[in-house]
């Protein structure tokens, strides 16, 4: 089993940047798939970026462009670099993992279903 902490969420103003990070311990970062997801009051949790076991990166439409997701093995940890931020990005956002028993290097996790563990969120909140 893996344990996943986000940190970096806080109150910024439209327009500013934040880096949320994700520290996982008890297994391998390696070995996993990681997708961040965010969920605003009153919304479904929705996909925001993942990246492969590989290295291969997928965003959302809502972030491309905007959002900049990338991992370092070494430190066990994924970071997603949000610029040009927006009001509407205002969510809890969470990171999760996807194990590889069942995929391959290559997969990128879009669905939060297809998630086998998860962290506890961090706060974002968009000031206009």
């Known amino acids: 089993q893996v344990q996943l902490v986000e940190s970096g969420g806080g109150l910024v103003q439209a327009g500013g940047s934040l880096r949320l990070s994700c520290a996982a311990s008890?297994?391998?970062?390696?070995?996993?798939?990681v997708g961040w997801f965010r969920q605003a009051p009153g919304k479904e949790r929705e996909f925001v970026a993942g990246?492969?076991?590989?290295?291969?990166?997928h965003y959302a439409p809502s972030v491309e462009g905007r959002f900049t997701v990338s991992r370092d093995n070494a430190r066990n940890t994924v970071y997603v670099q949000m610029n040009s931020l927006k009001p509407e990005d205002t969510a809890v956002y969470y990171c999760?993992?996807?194990?590889?028993?069942?995929?391959?290097?290559?997969?990128?996790?879009?669905?939060?279903?297809?998630?086998?563990?998860w962290g506890k969120g961090t706060l974002v909140t968009v000031s206009s």
């Open positions: 008890g297994r391998t970062f390696s070995s996993y798939a």
């Open positions: 999760a993992v996807r194990r590889l028993s069942t995929v391959n290097r290559d997969f990128v996790p879009t669905s939060p279903d297809a998630m086998d563990y």
């Open positions: 990246v492969s076991a590989s290295g291969i990166t």
